[in-house]
């Protein structure tokens, strides 16, 4: 069931499958470890059972109510389904940095919601002499790290893996209508409270606001991550939100529709999150529904953070 990683022979075979931390040993392999940002404390719990990195995506899609598309994106993008699984790792994107904290933890398999080489389909010859992305993947075999991808996967969901983090992580799960994707607080709040909340709830440094910060809103859309203009219009026209949260979007489509919007007196205010931080609470919550599915193994979320900077 299991390929056997080759491994130095000065390195003992127990610090290659060792990711729980020690202060969590009297509370069992069970136990989820979830940990904030890419700083992971290095602890020592050997894995009790085996999962090869095709077992644990079973283990997932088995929970899926629905086939997968043929064209899915959800495939293996490093490693091998064969190999033995020493620890998992749930993130937004792969990056650099979230690949070394793996390492670090000894965690081998990473399951990332977005591309791992910068295109939905993490196709690898669409630009010659890619630098980047042959020293990532070099990163990746050298270390013996498995990716895959959970994207359409996660997002079929009962409920969307995805959408039920990010509310819940928000505070709002009680007021969250899933087919609808709309969120209708018990009272109203102003936009600036709701920034304020969301920020706090959600750890993101910065948002980005169409609207007076004194509107008040009631009615919230909630569409994470890159769902698109046709979307994100068509959801106001139909649902008539006082607020609309998106993870991104571009420029010239949705928040020039806000805006015009706003200058003929609707009352429709547009906060945007940023794509990694927008959708990271899902992937968070992933970590936490996957480790007693996988008994023996520790799950951790390491968060691929916001790739901007103000100034």
Not at 53 to 61: E, F, H, N, R
Not at 141 to 162: C, F, M, Q, Y
Not at 211 to 240: E, F, M, R, V, W
Not at 258 to 274: F, H, K, P, T, Y
Request: charged letters at 20%.
């Amino acid at each position: 069931m299991s390929l056997n990683i080759p491994r130095k022979q000065t390195e003992p075979l127990s610090s290659r499958r060792t990711f729980i931390n020690t202060s969590l040993k009297a509370a069992g392999a069970a136990t989820l470890m979830t940990i904030p940002g890419s700083t992971i404390a290095a602890g020592i719990l050997g894995a009790v059972n085996e999962y090869s990195v095709q077992d644990v995506i079973d283990i997932v899609l088995k929970a899926i109510p629905e086939a997968l598309p043929s064209n899915t994106v959800d495939t293996i993008k490093a490693g091998s389904a064969t190999q033995k699984v020493a620890g998992i790792v749930t993130t937004m994107f792969p990056t650099i940095e979230v690949i070394k904290e793996a390492v670090r933890v000894k965690a081998n398999f990473i399951i990332a919601h977005e591309p791992t080489f910068y295109n939905h389909a993490d196709k690898q010859d669409l630009f010659e002499n890619n630098e980047v992305q042959q020293k990532k993947m070099k990163l990746l075999t050298e270390n013996e790290i498995a990716v895959w991808r959970s994207h359409n996967s996660w997002h079929r969901l009962k409920p969307d893996g995805i959408m039920y983090g990010v509310v819940k992580k928000a505070g709002w799960e009680d007021f969250y209508k899933a087919e609808e994707k709309i969120i209708n607080l018990p009272t109203s709040s102003s936009l600036s409270e709701i920034v304020h909340q969301l920020k706090t709830k959600l750890q993101i440094a910065h948002v980005r606001v169409i609207g007076n910060l004194s509107n008040s809103c009631k009615k919230i859309a909630l569409l994470p991550g890159a769902s698109g203009a046709q979307k994100h219009i068509q959801t106001i026209i139909d649902k008539k939100p006082d607020l609309l949260i998106v993870g991104e979007a571009s420029e010239w489509e949705t928040p020039e529709y806000i805006r015009d919007a706003q200058l003929l007196g609707i009352n429709i205010s547009l906060i945007v999150l940023g794509h990694a931080v927008s959708e990271e609470p899902g992937m968070e919550w992933m970590a936490t529904w996957l480790q007693p599915k996988v008994p023996g193994i520790g799950v951790a979320h390491i968060a691929s953070k916001d790739p901007f900077t103000w100034t």
